[in-house]
């Protein structure tokens, strides 16, 4: 991408925020969003079948589960409709594993199966999206092969979410990958396709960065909200990863001001939690109660 292009992609995203949206902004003083609580699969902990566990989730207070992909669909189907839950976005299960940007073709191309996989699913149970992780830089992955294999694997699987009317959401994650909301913006403005778009995860971003300055950067291009806590003071004192070992509102992110940049945006989806604690019912309704107060906020 030549300089120009660059100067005119990252303005693209700095308009975005004097776009119309597709949905008309909170009203001034107007403290109950219209957003949908969901939980992802993953978070939900206990033993039981896939309807026991629904059961729970829709007795704690949620509107939806985000599914996992390559799970038994007639069995996911029929626990969805037994307890009336909304299945609103599926997670590729093998993005980790088989990574879009991997050196190896044949596993690219066991990546572009399971990602295609993971729009059948999310078609099959009514859902909006896809949550795709897209590419790992490491040592033996530059930066520009991350970008242009994973580009590349995408253009291929678009026709099939456009037929299936099902958005691939990319999460910003700690694959040392797109790194900044402007690049994050160009990434998938360069793909030409409103059929993808970006999964905001505000938890993954407090080490870096600030949720709210994504939100209002990326605009109309986020399809999904992941709701997590993630405290530095933790990260700090502990290491890295026990940044996340902290309850939803006990940690760094600015829930204010995030539900704030949301409203600018005019954003009507769903919020997703991904954290811990739901390991039985009471620990659901726990989960349930704290994002409530965050779309309060």
């Given at each position: 991408?030549?300089?120009?292009?660059?100067?005119?992609?990252?303005?693209?995203?700095?308009?975005?925020?004097?776009?119309?949206?597709?949905?008309?902004?909170?009203?001034?003083?107007?403290?109950?969003?219209?957003?949908?609580?969901?939980?992802?699969?993953?978070?939900?902990?206990?033993?039981?079948?896939?309807?026991?566990?629904m059961e729970a989730v829709?007795?704690?207070?949620?509107?939806?589960?985000?599914?996992?992909?390559?799970?038994?669909?007639?069995?996911?189907?029929?626990?969805?409709?037994?307890?009336?839950?909304?299945?609103?976005?599926?997670?590729?299960?093998?993005?980790?594993?088989?990574?879009?940007?991997?050196?190896?073709?044949?596993?690219?191309?066991?990546?572009?199966?399971?990602?295609?996989?993971?729009?059948?699913?999310?078609?099959?149970?009514?859902?909006?999206?896809?949550?795709?992780?897209?590419?790992?830089?490491?040592?033996?992955?530059?930066?520009?092969?991350?970008?242009?294999?994973?580009?590349?694997?995408?253009?291929?699987?678009?026709?099939?979410?456009?037929?299936?009317?099902?958005?691939?959401?990319?999460?910003?994650?700690?694959?040392?990958?797109?790194?900044?909301?402007?690049?994050?913006?160009?990434?998938?403005?360069?793909?030409?396709?409103?059929?993808?778009?970006?999964?905001?995860?505000?938890?993954?971003?407090?080490?870096?960065?600030?949720?709210?300055?994504?939100?209002?950067?990326?605009?109309?291009?986020?399809?999904?909200?992941?709701?997590?806590?993630?405290?530095r003071k933790k990260r700090?004192?502990?290491?890295?990863?026990?940044?996340?070992?902290?309850?939803?509102?006990?940690?760094?992110?600015n829930w204010p001001a995030?539900?704030?940049?949301?409203?600018?945006?005019?954003?009507?989806?769903?919020?997703?939690?991904?954290?811990?604690?739901?390991?039985?019912?009471?620990?659901?309704?726990?989960?349930?109660?704290?994002?409530?107060?965050?779309?309060?906020?």
């Amino acid at each position: 991408m030549n300089r120009r292009r660059f100067l005119q992609t990252t303005a693209a995203g700095l308009a975005a925020l004097s776009l119309p949206s597709a949905f008309s902004p909170v009203a001034a003083g107007e403290r109950r969003r219209p957003l949908k609580k969901g939980i992802m699969w993953a978070t939900v902990g206990g033993q039981g079948s896939i309807r026991e566990k629904m059961e729970a989730v829709k007795a704690a207070g949620f509107d939806g589960v985000e599914m996992m992909s390559h799970m038994d669909v007639d069995e996911v189907k029929a626990a969805r409709d037994a307890t009336g839950l909304v299945i609103p976005s599926v997670c590729d299960a093998h993005h980790w594993s088989k990574p879009l940007s991997h050196p190896d073709a044949r596993v690219r191309r066991e990546g572009i199966e399971a990602l295609e996989r993971a729009l059948r699913d999310a078609s099959a149970y009514g859902a909006q999206t896809v949550l795709l992780v897209p590419a790992v830089v490491s040592q033996e992955v530059s930066y520009d092969q991350a970008w242009q294999r994973s580009q590349a694997a995408l253009r291929a699987v678009l026709p099939l979410a456009a037929e299936l009317k099902v958005r691939i959401a990319i999460e910003n994650v700690w694959n040392h990958f797109l790194l900044s909301p402007l690049e994050a913006a160009r990434y998938v403005d360069e793909l030409e396709s409103s059929w993808v778009g970006w999964y905001l995860d505000c938890g993954n971003l407090i080490n870096y960065g600030w949720p709210e300055h994504w939100i209002r950067l990326l605009g109309h291009r986020i399809c999904q909200i992941h709701i997590k806590e993630f405290s530095r003071k933790k990260r700090d004192a502990e290491g890295l990863w026990k940044g996340f070992d902290v309850p939803l509102l006990e940690g760094d992110n600015n829930w204010p001001a995030i539900m704030g940049a949301l409203d600018q945006i005019g954003y009507r989806g769903w919020v997703v939690t991904e954290q811990s604690g739901g390991d039985n019912l009471e620990g659901l309704r726990e989960l349930a109660r704290r994002v409530d107060r965050i779309l309060a906020a």
